[in-house]
């Protein structure tokens, strides 16, 4: 089984990395932080919401890159040092997979845990790096 986190940008520009609430039109990471209080001599955990831009949030694919690092939706990636062409993640909705998607010619291929994953390398995202 994979982990399932997301991850988002708040509008402060920082990445909050944790699970993922949409409430009254608003969307929440859960930062995986929270305060104990004493409430009427309960102790309570406080859990730390932070409301992030819709349009950067992103699953974890539950893969990680060549040098362990972990690789979301809206990643940009190099599948190897010998290929050029770098490819951003994506769900693809249709086939429920996650896919290669390179930008610049529209075509796909699939992201695969048995495939060439120990050559990708996250190089940036499409968010920061456009």
Known sequence: MREI??????EG???IYGGYVIRNGAHYILDGECDHLEIDGCEKNILHFRIVKYKTVGQYTGLKDKNGKEI???DIVRVSPQNPILYDIVWHEDLAKYCLHETYQGRESWLSPYARVKTYEVIGNIYENL
């Open 5 to 10: 986190k997301f991850r988002g940008i708040t």
């Open 13 to 15: 520009g920082k990445w």
């Open 72 to 74: 979301y939706e809206g």
